[in-house]
């Protein structure tokens, strides 16, 4: 019988709540990988530099000198290739998605990671390194 | 003899989802020419592989069509890879394979959809969506993201799918076949659907053949052509026999996106029945010289790149040729002879990708 194909969705439909959720209201799912966005800790950071080469769309721009770090929300693409990249875990991706926003975000960050004193040098043995 | 009218549709329209303009001209309601037109949404993104190095063009890649973007990539890194003789860990080609047909699965769902809301009848169409929901949570809890996976890399995949999460996927498979096969009960076999479609842009397999025509669109005109038949990623040790039809009508290329979608299913299941345990990756060393043709079966067709390498980072061409380009002179063939009413279901049976057309 052909007329009577969508008799069990009408059913399941009076029956059943709505398959969509009220966002923004209601948070949007997510799941336990989600990229949603890269959050940046200063505090770990050595300005290495590999997440901003990683970067596919440019995204991160680092400034050693001045001790910044920038990431470009517009222009990132939440790959997670920085987050792959960086040795220091100072770059984690959270599974909320970024706020939409109506303005360009760039943020800055002052990176203040200090380099821990080095242990002092053991004085020299007499005559090491002599024949070298 | 009538006047003869034009009537153009598009690039704007309803049942458009993305901009391609085709001048059509009338004799009363009947089409008896149809001239199209695109380069609405041109980004050039083919130029741009000379400004990103190979491997971060995998991402330029997966962004050029919001729907068969696991397949770009996937056919992307296989032409790199052929280039520079890398050889894929089991493990990623079956990943790959399971992706790409997930990929497929999601964007038969969304045409189904689309082409129910098409014919005008809204409820098949969030039917079809609310399905489709549900092979995008498996993508998003597998890859991170929901339609831009981003797994897909040049020497294999950049995530593991573990053994617990393949369980649940192949445990879910089942009660998703079962609402599959109920959402494809009402397409072939309702009486207004069934009235809509039979017989409207007819396709014979000779036109099929002569004007290039890929994937569903080919294979419901009786056209046996599916590049998964070469077997490459896993196709090859899972076995795959391509859904033909011969009616070559609209009904018969919703038949074989339907059939289409229950040996995604099969293909799926078989891949994590046999999913091999090893590395997901190799390292890649040095960089691409040479030439490639890679092709790939997306949801639409085959899609096929050209690659050039220059040795250095940058490739130093890129060509890209989609299928729903290969699949317009069909579509201007399938139009006359039909009614105006009946053109947004005509056009939408090709499953026009103008993202993918137009890169």
Redesign the interface.
């Known amino acids: 019988m052909?007329?009577f194909?969508?008799t069990?969705?009408v059913l399941r439909n009076l029956s059943g709540g709505p398959?969509t959720r009220r966002y923004p209201a209601v948070a949007a799912?997510?799941?336990?990988?989600?990229?949603g966005h890269v959050v940046f800790n200063p505090a770990t950071c050595r300005s290495c530099g590999i997440c901003s080469r990683r970067c596919?769309?440019g995204a991160i721009n680092l400034d050693k000198e001045a001790n910044f770090w920038e990431i470009d929300r517009m222009r990132c693409?939440?790959?997670?290739e920085c987050v792959?990249g960086c040795q220091f875990d100072s770059l984690t991706?959270e599974q909320e998605y970024f706020p939409p926003v109506v303005d360009r975000v760039v943020e800055r960050y002052h990176i203040t990671y200090v380099k821990p004193e080095k242990p002092a040098k053991k004085p020299k043995e007499e005559g090491a390194g002599e024949n070298a | 003899m009538p006047e003869r009218i034009i009537v153009p549709f598009g690039p704007q329209h309803p049942v458009l989802p993305e901009p391609i303009h085709i001048d059509l001209v009338l004799e009363d309601e009947k089409v008896v020419e149809a001239i199209p037109s695109i380069g609405y949404i041109h980004r050039g993104l083919e130029q741009l592989v000379q400004k990103r190095e190979y491997p971060e063009f995998v991402y330029v890649a997966e962004r050029i069509c919001g729907i068969c973007s696991f397949i770009h990539s996937l056919c992307y890194c296989q032409g790199i890879e052929k280039i520079m003789e890398i050889e894929v860990p089991d493990r990623a080609r079956y990943l790959r394979t399971i992706w790409s047909e997930y990929s497929r699965l999601h964007s038969h769902l969304l045409w189904l959809g689309l082409f129910a809301d098409s014919m005008g009848f809204e409820n098949l169409f969030m039917r079809s969506w609310r399905l489709r929901e549900k092979v995008l949570d498996v993508l998003e809890d597998t890859t991170g993201g929901r339609v831009i996976q981003g797994t897909c890399k040049v020497g294999g995949v950049r995530r593991d799918i573990g053994q617990e999460k393949l369980d649940e996927i192949h445990r879910g498979l089942e009660s998703f076949e079962e609402e599959c096969r109920d959402l494809g009960h009402v397409f072939l076999n309702d009486t207004t659907v069934k009235n809509r479609l039979r017989g409207l842009g007819v396709l014979s397999k000779a036109e099929a053949y002569d004007l290039g025509a890929v994937g569903p669109t080919a294979r419901a005109s009786g056209v046996e052509m599916d590049h998964r038949e070469t077997g490459y990623a896993a196709y090859g040790d899972l076995g795959f026999k391509p859904v033909i039809e011969t009616a070559g009508d609209c009904y018969a290329r919703c038949a074989v996106r339907l059939r289409e979608v229950h040996a995604s299913i099969d293909l799926v299941r078989r891949a994590i029945e046999e999913m091999p345990e090893g590395p997901i990756d190799v390292k890649v060393r040095g960089t691409p010289e040479g030439e490639y043709f890679s092709r790939a079966e997306q949801p639409r067709g085959e899609v096929v790149y050209y690659l050039r390498g220059d040795g250095t980072k940058n490739l130093s061409r890129a060509r890209i040729r989609t299928p729903t380009l290969t699949n317009i002179p069909s579509l201007v063939k399938m139009l006359p002879g039909v009614q105006l009413a009946d053109v947004p279901v005509v056009v939408l049976s090709i499953d026009p990708c103008i993202s993918c057309t137009e890169r």
């Open positions: 052909g007329i194909q969508m069990k969705t398959a799912r997510k799941g336990p990988i989600t990229r596919p769309s693409i939440a790959c997670g792959e991706m």
